[in-house]
């Protein structure tokens, strides 16, 4: 029984880390209705900026999450102005190209610089959790877990009592309208790479201390996020952090009781799973296209 | 020859010149089989040369599945590395032939496409990235982690080639040869049936379901070809270096390939091919940047993204397009089209009968149970102010949308459940309110695409002897639903530089090609000027003549009055007015649902005339 609450709380925490990036998918999804195959490298990004401030230049670690994050927002910038913007007046398809294309430059690009070594980075806390009976709550997964649920209200908040929010709602189902009705979409895209961005370096921050840093983390952990919105619901808030938390449990449970080899499998298991049976997810709508 | 083009052939001048193209191409492709197996090349060039050739036959598949239908496949390296094991294993662990191990891993291969896209093509876009980024990711997983069958992260070695050909020269000649068929037959596949309705199902998937094409099966058959080719490539890789392992084959050789097919041009084989032979060698010119290499790959893929969207071959053949105009249409091949099989019956029968139609949106009932009857050589329109349901009730009617409730018999057949190509096949026939065509396409392949899937009547003789079962006679006949909206001499235009009032003509000749008994027009004289519009009346009153039936969308009352015999008028989803326009037009509701009502607080009841 033990055992199986600890499996428990370690799905759940590892699902909260998918539920936080499947947070930045959805939010891109709805203002630009583009799936960004880089998401995950937004992550892998924070965290060897983390590595970099916190260890190699031993800045505090406060004040190199605000740098990280302050980081992140001008790379979002940086990123809709190299990889979507040309792009934007495109169908789907070249846009994912580019986002992959950009995946596959980040991830080379840190592999050149800083070699491929995996670093580590340590937690902010300095007691490393509590225990409950025999089930030992990590601290760094609480964290995981508050900060996941804080960024869905927010989301929800911003999406849905804000002007701005619904305004890059308007913009992601028609451009060409919103900004008929003198919505800035330039604007508005901007800051939805710009907030995503950040999002992903806020991610990659909080698993830094219980993943290693890798070049090759932000994608493992993006396809996971990606399986866990479709999951959900592909674009819906509530979606991700319920797909996200799904998969964790899933694949913590899979890896104990079935084989720990193919734990990576099981999540693309589910994901068959649901794309057979429903594709639009637990909490999705159907949409169809326009004659 | 006009009259040998009457019978249904190619005239002799294509035939002819494809004919020496295709001596040309094998006659190349011979030298260079030869030259691989005399010229004594290093081990090194040889290796270079067949992981080009092999990749190259992968490369091509992808031509199909994203170039020709727009799909994106993320694990081609996937299908190569089952190809490619599939001879590892077979000719080392089952101790088969070559040629057996080689079908098992092609056949495997293929059964592993088809059932990816059998399940996932429904969906298509991001999903299917997805999926088959999933899929590559688990094949990595088994073939790493089943050591007892695949021999695991150590891979498997001492492949054995075909006896004959077990020198390195000759199976680079083999690799070389198949790398020239397969091109060939990308080339091919392009200028057929199937080809066409890849094209169509990449240009616009809406329209290629409504004019009788099968979307999804062509995807699935695009998907399931693409895998082939890369298990074929893989399988003969496998021969080539006689030795195989997982990281072979992981995620990041599905985004080289990828890569490959975008830089050269997916549209064309000789994209893929010169894509494939520059990445091959790249890395090799290009040394020196060693562990920057894999980045500057993934930032080349946002600058070809970005300002070649077409790959180098793409770019180099708009140029070329420019500089040669199109071949001019040679009026003696137009055949007169045959607009329907129906100019015998005369009559004034129903073709159309609607019950208790709705289609709601959640609260909004777009659609509220609409009765319609549609009688046969009539022009019916469909009006009501923006909004009132028209264009849902047509995208009903055509299988776009499922009803909520209601039934639709087209000729007595019950329709109601059929996907719109077996609409499309039962004689429906539709242009769009916005209009989707096949941008990529010419206009001629566009009308081509719909003429080449007549509807399963008996009653075609006259269109079989015209049409003739050959690309010619299918050509004849496009070109005759063109000249009947009067703009064959454009035929060879693509049909994205063709004007406005052009393109919608190009969408009428379409949905004539595929000889419909029941046309619908959503709004066919929108954005159109007088003249234009005087032409569009001419056009319809022929249409009528020649005993096709028409549905028509639109909000110009003076039009509507001067071609329909009969109008329907919808408003809030439900059908407020039918009759004859004088009637109709004349309705209380009807003025006050367009123009207002004189005293609001003076309620009415919705009845029907």
């Not at chain 1, 964290?143 to 869905?152: D, E, G, N, R, Y």
């Not at chain 2, 094949?139 to 390195?168: C, K, M, Q, Y």
């Not at chain 2, 000649?173 to 198949?178: E, H, N, S, T, V």
């Not at chain 2, 997916?266 to 290499?293: D, N």
Request: glycine share 12%; proline share 4%.
């Amino acid at each position: 029984m033990g055992f199986n609450l600890q499996l428990l709380f370690t799905g759940i925490g590892v699902g909260s880390i998918y539920a936080l990036v499947a947070l930045g998918f959805a939010l891109i999804y709805r203002a630009t209705n583009v799936v960004n195959f880089a998401q995950g490298d937004f992550a892998m990004l924070g965290a060897f900026a983390m590595v970099v401030l916190a260890i190699d230049l031993e800045l505090p670690y406060w004040l190199s999450i605000l740098i990280t994050l302050a980081l992140m927002v001008g790379f979002g910038a940086l990123f809709n102005l190299a990889v979507y913007y040309p792009l934007r007046n495109r169908s789907f398809l070249p846009v994912i190209i580019s986002t992959i294309g950009a995946s596959i430059l980040l991830e080379n690009g840190v592999l050149a610089a800083y070699g491929p070594r995996p670093q580590s980075l340590d937690s902010i806390f300095a007691v490393p959790g509590f225990s409950v009976g025999d089930v030992f709550f990590d601290s760094q997964y609480i964290v995981i877990l508050v900060v996941a649920v804080v960024m869905v209200v927010v989301q929800y908040l911003f999406f849905e009592r804000t002007l701005t929010g619904k305004k890059m709602q308007a913009t992601s189902q028609d451009k060409e309208m919103a900004s008929l009705l003198g919505i800035p979409v330039i604007w508005m895209i901007m800051l939805t790479f710009m907030y995503s961005a950040m999002l992903g370096g806020l991610a990659g921050i909080l698993v830094a201390p219980v993943l290693f840093v890798t070049v090759g983390m932000g994608s493992s952990i993006a396809l996971k996020a990606f399986a866990a919105s479709i999951i959900g619901g592909f674009g819906d808030v509530t979606g991700a952090i319920v797909g996200g938390l799904a998969l964790g449990v899933i694949e913590t449970f899979g890896a104990a009781y079935v084989s720990v080899p193919y734990k990576d499998a099981f999540a693309f298991l589910v994901l068959f799973g649901f794309l057979l049976v429903r594709p639009q997810g637990i909490f999705g709508e159907r949409i169809s296209e326009k004659a | 020859m006009r009259a040998s083009v009457r019978s249904g052939k190619s005239p002799p001048g294509v035939t002819g010149r494809r004919g020496l193209a295709f001596g040309l191409y094998a006659t190349a492709a011979l030298m260079a089989v030869m030259a691989a197996v005399i010229t004594p090349l290093s081990a090194y060039s040889l290796n270079l040369l067949m992981q080009a050739a092999t990749y190259a036959i992968a490369v091509l598949g992808l031509t199909i599945v994203l170039g020709y239908t727009g799909q994106i496949n993320l694990a081609q390296a996937a299908f190569f590395g089952i190809g490619a094991y599939g001879v590892a294993l077979g000719t080392t662990a089952f101790g088969l032939s070559f040629l057996g191990a080689l079908a098992i891993g092609v056949v495997l291969a293929a059964g592993a496409g088809a059932v990816l896209g059998l399940t996932s093509l429904r969906l298509g876009g991001h999903y299917l990235a997805m999926v088959t980024i999933s899929f590559q990711t688990i094949l990595t997983l088994v073939l790493t982690n089943w050591v007892a069958f695949t021999r695991g992260p150590d891979g498997v070695p001492n492949i054995r080639r075909p006896a004959l050909l077990a020198e390195s020269g000759p199976y680079l000649g083999l690799c070389i040869a198949a790398l020239f068929a397969v091109a060939w037959f990308v080339w091919w596949l392009k200028t057929t049936k199937l080809g066409r309705a890849m094209q169509a199902v990449r240009d616009n998937e809406l329209a290629a379901n409504v004019i009788g094409v099968d979307a999804y099966a062509t995807k699935v058959a695009a998907f399931t070809l693409s895998a082939v080719l890369g298990g074929f490539g893989g399988a003969l890789f496998a021969g080539g270096f006689t030795y195989v392992s997982p990281d072979q084959f992981s995620f990041a050789e599905s985004v080289v390939f990828l890569t490959m097919v975008l830089l050269g041009g997916a549209a064309a084989p000789a994209g893929a091919v010169l894509g494939t032979g520059l990445l091959i060698l790249l890395p090799e010119w290009l040394r020196f940047l060693k562990v920057i290499y894999l980045a500057v790959y993934g930032g080349a893929v946002i600058l070809i993204m970005i300002f070649m969207p077409d790959g180098i071959w793409g770019y180099a053949m708009t140029r070329w397009r420019r500089l040669r105009p199109a071949r001019p249409i040679d009026p003696g091949i137009i055949a007169p089209l045959a607009l329907t099989r129906e100019t015998a019956r005369a009559d004034n029968s129903v073709i159309l009968s609607v019950h208790g139609l709705s289609k709601h949106f959640g609260g909004l009932k777009a659609v509220d149970a609409v009765d319609l009857t549609i009688h046969r050589n009539t022009v019916h329109a469909l009006i009501g102010p923006n909004g009132s349901g028209k264009t849902t009730l047509l995208n009903v009617l055509n299988g776009i949308v499922r009803p909520t409730a209601g039934s639709i018999a087209l000729d007595g057949v019950d329709i109601t459940r059929l996907p719109p190509h077996r609409r499309a096949r039962h004689g429906l026939g539709r242009s769009f309110q916005n209009i989707r065509l096949f941008g990529a396409m010419s206009v001629l392949d566009n009308v081509i695409v719909a003429a080449e899937r007549p509807r399963p009547l008996p009653a075609l003789p006259r269109l079989r002897a015209r049409a003739g079962r050959g690309d010619g006679g299918l050509e004849c006949h496009a070109l005759g639903a063109l000249d009947f909206v009067g703009i064959a001499a454009r035929a060879g235009a693509q049909v994205g530089s063709l004007s406005y009032g052009h393109q919608r003509l190009v969408e009428i000749a379409r949905a004539l090609a595929g000889s419909p008994k029941l046309l619908f027009l959503d709004e066919p004289g929108a954005g159109l000027n007088h003249v234009e519009k005087d032409e569009l009346v001419r056009l319809l009153t022929r249409l009528k003549g020649h005993g096709l039936t028409i549905l028509i969308i639109d909000h110009d009352m003076a039009m509507v009055e001067r071609v329909a015999d009969h109008i329907t008028v919808l408003n809030f989803g439900k059908r407020i007015a039918d009759g004859t326009p004088a009637e109709v037009l004349r309705h209380t509701d009807v003025i006050a649902a367009y123009l207002g009502e004189e005293r609001p607080a003076l309620s009415r009841s919705y009845g029907a005339s």
